[in-house]
DNA sequence: GTGGTCTAGACCACT
DNA sequence: GTGGTCTAGACCACT
């Protein structure tokens, strides 16, 4: 697994490596139930200190999102990418969602290009009737 | 003008304020250059300090949304929603939307309907030419 | 005389209108006991409402830069560039340019840059020793 | 950490730490990397309440120049004094310069005067080599 | 009448 | 032990 940081972002580096790892869990390159790297191991590929690493676990142990097992290590649940049941975590998803989308259109960005970046975000290739990627 | 707020979420009152504003101005209920309500009258409308009104207002402020002027009050900045012409700008946002699109797929909502959700979100309406995700 | 503006930046108007003519009387653009527009046609010239070059010039006459005369209008003050004898407006001025200095230094900027800038800007030429400004 | 604050001052007191930590940074007495006082510390060192630190805090945070963690505090970022590589910054600087020095002038200090407090702030001594002002 | 600043104290998470 | 948040109230300039 490889991460791309930035360390001079204003975005803590363990929620960096959270995020990086959400999106990697997302893009299929961490499958439910999968391995992680120990903290130390990825601490070393990632050139920083191991303890960051585990605070990036246990935020997503906290998120429901891995399990931590003092033994065998880190691995993704094999529950992931199923619907929670609980109408919070949509509810909550949306609200953040919806703010974000308010953000884009505030800054100016065109709306169809905002749908456009989204689904080809989520399903790899642009819209067939038209395509504003190459605009 | 009339805020929802969560005074048990884990989002700090400050940040919803600032987030529901955002989306207000999104909507099109606050035009670009309307007078928004002094500190105090918000804080009264809302039931919370006005100081906490003046946090939300100041961060609006500092991200180029709104003016502030001591006299006269808060305003809807008139140059809001045109772009920028700040690459890292929409380079943020896309980085932020990717997370965020990630969190939905691990959380297990459904691609398909997370595109109508964004669809309807922009648009107001869904998509009229069935689902999106099979094309 | 011809002061251009920055709408979009985050200083207010006024405060540019005023620092632009503090620069004006600095280049010799504008001299000593010289009229100044009226604010009405300043503010057709910039595209502004007058009552925001009031304020610019009700700024600069409380900083003893120039007199207003409800009949005949704004002038520089004649014994403006001289020294006003007052130790504190020399120390005040040392210590914001002091700080100024070190916001260069923690930024990154060479202090042989900053040097060769501030003699530039105030003598019209570099230095004619070695030219950084070349580099 | 010793810092000289001046409480009848106009230039608010966050704002006066906020500059005299940037100084303390560019004289180099604050290393990058190096810790700050916790803010209820610094408050009782310099008598004013913690919340006035904590905005101070607060404003260097947001100018990239400290980091803060809620467990361990602030620290000066390890990589303060490098280029930003944001030409951004650095015309900002050289607008806000240029109005100082104007205003310098505008005031009667020698311009000599002006590039030999420069000099003398920057490298800590006086030119070697006569007066600039008249190479 | 408006926002800005500062003080003071409380409670909170651990980011 | 640290910073973050929120409340409350006072005084200030007019930016």
Redesign the interface.
Known sequence: MHLTLD??S?TPIYQQIR?RI??A???GELEAGADLPSTRQLGVDLAINFHTVSKAYDLLRREG?IRINRKSGAVVRPD?????GDAG??TD??R??????????????P?AD??E???T???GFP??GGDPGER
């Open positions: 360390l001079d204003e995020d959400v999106e869990i997302a893009d999102i992931v990418k199923q619907p929670s975590t949509d998803w949306k953040r969602a919806r703010t974000m989308l308010a953000e884009a259109d505030v800054r100016g960005l709306k905002v749908l970046f989204v689904r975000t989520l399903f819209d067939q």
